[in-house]
């Protein structure tokens, strides 16, 4: 029996946007080991999967037709959302980011009785093509949970009173050591391993190459998608490392037992707080070397987690710790117990939950 049990006879919805290893659906798990009747809706569900791939690329078009797309899919979405409300009649409702959800939607929502939270996975202040009223579902929230102690001023002044501190973590069914397979050792073993987007070519894209290039010489894999082709001409030295491949969670599991070391090199909407990769890779066994942002002190204050303040130091990092095996285990141990005694998504969720 958990504390939350008594809200098993209502409906609480989780709204997802995320596609490969969703944070959404692993909260909305985390929600009914909490004593919640979930059902989780993925927005990218609720149109043509032909529409997928010109989303990614519509703020590129001129503005009058970005706009006319925008619009599009969010008419689509909201229609199909308020259908499911009025068939489902949840009293909480749980978005990640904006889900394109505009606010006439969360106002009928709220009329209807619904208490609604956002959780952040992303800066609502920060300029983010195709999340035009990502602010604008943060501010018409009752309650937002943000991972970042860095975006929590900004909200603050905007008039947001219900600000909710907790850190993303992780879901050990989902980030756990396994035996690699002949396949998995095939296609993932290196002594370096990143996962992640290239994020095309723009700030966030060229900071990631520079840092990871720093790595290039190393036996280092870097799964990626497309977006990374456009960084590769200007990074020709990372062309070795890359292989154009989109992982699953569980992919990105099985990597991880397959390699040493995961450098977390986050986008620079990240102010403070701890990247999700931190949480899942070392749940899954790799020792990460991270780079240094202040809310690491606040949630590993006895310094579990390596850190590198630049380019060189992550290189001179990395090419220590792979000569020093032993060092690696050691302290991805202690780093792993932190994690899964204080940091899993049922327990955070159940202080969140506390809280709202």
């Given at each position: 029996m958990t504390k939350h049990t008594e809200k098993q006879h209502e409906l609480t919805w989780v709204l997802g946007e995320q596609q490969l290893g969703p944070l959404e659906k692993y909260f909305a798990s985390a929600l009914e080991i909490n004593g919640h009747n979930v059902r989780f809706h993925n927005i990218h569900d609720?149109?043509?999967?032909?529409?997928?791939?010109?989303?990614?690329?519509?703020?590129?078009?001129?503005?009058?037709?970005?706009?006319?797309?925008?619009?599009?899919?969010?008419?689509?979405?909201?229609?199909?959302?308020?259908?499911?409300?009025?068939?489902?009649?949840?009293?909480?409702?749980?978005?990640?980011?904006?889900?394109?959800?505009?606010?006439?939607?969360?106002?009928?929502?709220?009329?209807?009785?619904?208490?609604?939270?956002?959780?952040?996975?992303?800066?609502?202040?920060?300029?983010?093509?195709?999340?035009?009223?990502?602010?604008?579902?943060?501010?018409?929230?009752?309650?937002?949970?943000?991972?970042?102690?860095?975006?929590?001023?900004?909200?603050?002044?905007?008039?947001?009173?219900?600000?909710?501190?907790?850190?993303?973590?992780?879901?050990?069914?989902?980030?756990?050591?396994?035996?690699?397979?002949?396949?998995?050792?095939?296609?993932?073993?290196?002594?370096?391993?990143?996962?992640?987007?290239?994020?095309?070519?723009?700030?966030?894209?060229?900071?990631?190459?520079?840092?990871?290039?720093?790595?290039?010489?190393?036996?280092?894999?870097?799964?990626?998608?497309?977006?990374?082709?456009?960084l590769l001409p200007y990074f020709p030295e990372l062309k070795r490392n890359f292989v154009n491949r989109t992982l699953t969670a569980g992919e990105v599991n099985r990597a991880c037992c397959c390699s040493k070391i995961y450098p977390v090199v986050v986008n620079s909407g990240v102010i403070n707080g701890v990247s999700t990769r931190i949480f899942d890779s070392i749940a899954s066994g790799i020792f990460v070397l991270a780079e240094y942002k202040s809310d690491l002190d606040l949630l590993f204050p006895d310094g579990e987690i390596e850190t590198f303040n630049d380019r060189d130091e992550l290189r001179k990092k990395a090419k220590y710790f792979l000569t020093n095996e032993n060092e690696m285990k050691e302290r991805t141990s202690k780093a792993r117990e932190i994690i899964l005694k204080k940091y899993t998504l049922d327990k955070l969720v159940g202080d969140i939950l506390e809280q709202i």
């Open positions: 609720l149109y043509p999967n032909s529409w997928r791939r010109l989303s990614s690329y519509s703020h590129r078009l001129p503005r009058k037709y970005d706009n006319a797309l925008s619009l599009k899919y969010i008419s689509v979405v909201n229609q199909s959302v308020l259908e499911k409300f009025k068939a489902e009649k949840p009293s909480l409702i749980f978005i990640y980011n904006d889900c394109l959800i505009t606010p006439e939607t969360i106002d009928h929502f709220k009329k209807n009785d619904a208490r609604i939270i956002t959780f952040l996975g992303d800066d609502p202040n920060y300029i983010q093509a195709g999340k035009k009223t990502f602010l604008l579902t943060t501010l018409n929230s009752d309650a937002v949970i943000v991972p970042d102690t860095g975006w929590i001023p900004g909200l603050k002044m905007l008039g947001i009173k219900k600000l909710i501190f907790s850190p993303i973590g992780t879901d050990p069914g989902i980030f756990h050591p396994v035996q690699p397979s002949e396949t998995d050792l095939r296609d993932f073993s290196s002594d370096v391993l990143f996962v992640g987007t290239g994020y095309y070519l723009n700030a966030w894209g060229i900071k990631r190459a520079q840092m990871l290039s720093a790595l290039s010489d190393l036996n280092f894999k870097l799964f990626g998608d497309k977006q990374w082709l456009e």
